[in-house]
């Protein structure tokens, strides 16, 4: 029971892999704010966790709107006290944005993938900070990706967004270590429920996708992702901050 006595938010928490870092939070004793802008998302994620015996609560949020991350994060106080963790998980996406190249990206495409992306970090981070500073200690896990990391090709609306939450996420290691704070960034490279879809319909682009990868599969969000996530969120990973952590079978250092 890492996290008894400890409380999270987890933005994007209704469903991939922010439903997995719910779950392992409460499965070892946090209390866990699910962040989630779908309410069927958010509300189906709470009563499954409380079905488990965890201690949730989902709150109704889109990360890029500034007075709704303000009351998220109030409400969080106002339910459980305090704040230790953060992990900024929330990401919308145009899907064609992904397989657009860049002189074909719209205005629309980006502007969606920055505000919930970057802007949503950013926005969630500031009105963190101020109560993990008051207690002397903090952890907050950023969400990349390798398409930014690896400058893959029709990815310019999701990838230049991830590459601006690296640089958040070092400047404020930087501004936060001596408060007692970390702040680290993962690059996840996981088989969720779009990813999975994708795979069963395009079996063999899927493979292709993933043979050159050192581990050459997705990592599974229970088994493979949130291990990962659930060290940077504990006190074990005091020591670590402002770091990019492939959780991705290798692919971030892929050419
Ligand atoms: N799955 C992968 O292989 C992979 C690879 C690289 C990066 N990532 C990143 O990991 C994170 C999770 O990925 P996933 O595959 O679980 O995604 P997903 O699409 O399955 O889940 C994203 C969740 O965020 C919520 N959300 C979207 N916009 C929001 C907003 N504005 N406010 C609040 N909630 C919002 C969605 O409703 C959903 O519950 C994302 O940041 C994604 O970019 C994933």
Redesign the pocket.
């Known amino acids: 029971m890492r996290f008894e006595n400890r409380v999270a938010i987890v933005?994007?928490g209704?469903?991939?892999?922010?439903k997995a870092y719910v779950k392992a939070l409460g499965s070892e004793g946090c209390k866990v704010v699910i962040?989630?802008?779908?309410e069927p998302?958010g509300k189906a994620c709470e009563q499954e966790m409380r079905e488990l015996g965890y201690d949730v609560l989902f709150v109704k949020?889109?990360?890029?709107k500034e007075d709704e991350v303000k009351a998220m994060v109030e409400k969080t106080v106002e339910t459980y006290g305090k704040i230790d963790i953060l992990i900024n998980?929330?990401?919308?996406a145009d899907k064609s944005s992904l397989s657009t190249v860049t002189e074909d990206t719209t205005i629309e495409m980006f502007k969606i993938n920055w505000y919930?992306?970057a802007f949503?970090t950013f926005l969630c981070t500031k009105y963190t900070i101020p109560y993990m500073k008051q207690q002397g200690y903090g952890r907050i896990i950023n969400?990349a990706?390798?398409t930014g990391v690896n400058g893959m090709a029709t990815f310019s609306a999701l990838g230049s967004q991830k590459e601006a939450i690296r640089g958040l996420t070092r400047v404020c290691a930087t501004e936060l270590g001596s408060f007692g704070i970390t702040c680290n960034v993962i690059?996840?490279?996981?088989l969720?429920?779009?990813?999975r879809l994708w795979k069963e319909a395009y079996p063999e682009l899927y493979e292709e996708a993933v043979a050159p990868q050192p581990i050459p599969r997705?990592g599974d969000p229970d088994t493979d992702i949130a291990p990962v996530v659930m060290f940077l969120a504990s006190e074990d990973s005091r020591f670590v901050t402002g770091q990019t952590i492939g959780v991705d079978g290798g692919t971030t250092m892929m050419p």
């Open positions: 933005t994007g209704g469903m991939g892999l922010g962040a989630e802008y779908s998302l949020c889109d990360v890029s998980n929330a990401q919308g919930t992306g949503g969400t990706s390798a690059c996840p490279g996981a969720t429920e779009a990813s997705l």
